[in-house]
């Protein structure tokens, strides 16, 4: 199996991350009633963690197509690589890196590793632009 493929099924255990962590600290604060509800109640703010999370798992949201497009791309058009692998850890590995500074603030150093993701996104996808 390609490496590309293990690396989009890890993705795919981050994104359970990013979800749950989201729902368990949003759960803290509004309850386990808010949760098992149908959630149609209006709601005070989040607090900062909830809403950090809540942005984290948003963001991730809004690039993972790119990389699920990435990933199976090459495998599917055979031109995975050394290089479309290593993109592809980059991405991850960033991506795994973010969260934890997205939950606790830190805010220079999150936007250079999310830009190291998306490098990483683009190593991975250039094979597929090449004519």
Do not use: C
């Not at 590309?4 to 981050?14: D, P, R, S």
């Not at 962590?21 to 989040?46: F, I």
């Amino acid at each position: 199996m390609p490496v590309e493929i293990t690396i989009l099924a890890w993705g795919m255990i981050l994104l359970l991350v990013h979800i749950f962590a989201a729902a368990h600290v949003k759960t803290k604060q509004y309850g386990a009633k808010w949760n098992m509800g149908a959630r149609d109640e209006h709601l005070p703010p989040m607090n900062p963690l909830a809403g950090r999370l809540a942005r984290a798992e948003a963001n991730y949201k809004e690039t993972l197509p790119i990389a699920i497009v990435a990933l199976i791309g090459v495998v599917l058009a055979d031109k995975t690589s050394e290089w479309t692998a290593m993109g592809g850890w980059i991405w991850l590995g960033a991506r795994i890196v973010y969260l934890p500074l997205y939950a606790v603030g830190v805010p220079v150093i999150r936007t250079i590793i999310f830009m190291a993701g998306l490098a990483g996104i683009l190593i991975t996808l250039w094979p597929l632009l090449s004519i």
